[in-house]
């Protein structure tokens, strides 16, 4: 298969394109349009594949995504190109409703017009896989605010969409075009959403890999309020072999959450870098005398958590990493490519 993606140059992005050049035999196309947090270093070890194609370009511009899909006639479209970072979102709202809301309306129309071209298998078995976000369904009950701990609820396919960041909402309102792009005019799609992803090539602005670095050059560790809010970690190659399998295997307008079983307080999660740290690359003191409790966000979602049965009911997928080991290889990770860090700062 010939697979077309969309931010193939982001965090999520590189760590599906790598999965699909170094595990698989299809061909990939990556269309990025390398902003901030695009980074072709993260695409070194792919870069020489016969199978592997490059296109800087940016989703919103028509003719080249016309361009794009004629010259290189993909049977999939996996989109994940995305303004992503709430904290930016906050404070440049407009960059995000215009990658996430009209960069996916304009990559809808370029699909379904390419679609429609199709003929026989070729259009019978294209399709247009959407990723998304468990932050479009707003935030969960947090334990300290029900009285039975062990009826917690999770996010499923079904739930309510409630967004609370600009990021969300621009997310949130790209998942709509998409299905209606099906139920409209047929297009045949398929949409993920996933809790929180963490490994190696996260951009250091994302609390992991900001806490790790800040870390390792002595500077303060700031974590929201008290660091109550708790999220679902997924390791990004276990995200990266679940999207895939939707794209493959999954039912033409279905839904599949993807999510790692991994429910964190975010002090917990700088807790348990330190320690890491502390055994990796011991200082005169811990590590976890730089956390420095700082304002909360605004708007700041309490508790995601992903219900991802569906996953393993219907598709057989389950994640390999505990977020022990997953934390582990990603802190290891850092320390052994500082000069990646350095190079995108």
């Not at 303004?83 to 809808?108: C, K, M, W």
């Not at 039975?148 to 790209?174: C, G, I, M, R």
């Not at 802190?331 to 052994?336: C, I």
Request: negative net charge; hydrophobic residues 40%.
């Amino acid at each position: 298969m010939k697979i077309l993606v969309t931010g193939g140059a982001g965090f999520i992005g590189s760590a599906l394109v790598r999965h699909l050049i170094h595990d698989t035999e299809h061909a990939v196309v990556n269309v990025d349009k390398l902003t901030y947090a695009g980074n072709l270093e993260s695409l070194n070890s792919v870069s020489g594949s016969a199978r592997y194609a490059f296109e800087q370009v940016d989703i919103c511009d028509a003719a080249e995504m016309k361009r794009v899909f004629n010259h290189y006639r993909p049977d999939i479209v996996m989109h994940l190109a995305a303004e992503s970072h709430v904290d930016r979102s906050i404070t440049r709202p407009a960059e995000f409703i215009q990658t996430n809301i009209v960069g996916t309306y304009t990559l809808l129309e370029q699909a379904r017009a390419y679609w429609a071209g199709l003929e026989g298998e070729a259009k019978a078995n294209f399709r247009f896989h959407h990723v998304s976000t468990d932050e479009v369904y707003g935030d969960l009950p947090h334990p300290d605010e029900i009285e039975n701990t062990a009826e917690l609820p999770l996010f499923d396919e079904h739930a309510a969409y409630a967004p609370s960041s600009p990021y969300s909402a621009s997310k949130a309102a790209s998942d709509h075009l998409v299905r209606a792009w099906h139920r409209t005019y047929g297009l045949p799609i398929l949409v993920t959403h996933c809790s929180n992803n963490y490994g190696p090539y996260h951009f250091p602005e994302k609390l992991i890999p900001l806490m790790i670095l800040n870390a390792l050059q002595g500077k303060p560790l700031p974590v929201y309020g008290k660091g109550d809010q708790i999220r679902d970690w997924l390791y990004v190659e276990d995200h990266a072999r679940a999207l895939l399998l939707v794209a493959m295997q999954g039912k033409v307008g279905e839904t599949y959450n993807i999510g790692g079983h991994n429910e964190k307080q975010n002090i917990e999660v700088v807790k348990s870098i330190c320690a890491i740290l502390d055994e990796l690359k011991p200082q005169a003191e811990s590590y976890a005398n730089l956390i420095t409790h700082v304002a909360d966000r605004p708007g700041h979602d309490r508790r995601y958590a992903i219900d991802a049965r569906k996953m393993q009911n219907e598709l057989g997928w389950t994640p390999d990493e505990s977020f022990e080991s997953g934390l582990r290889k990603t802190v290891q990770w850092y320390l052994n490519h500082l000069d990646w860090c350095q190079s995108i700062a």
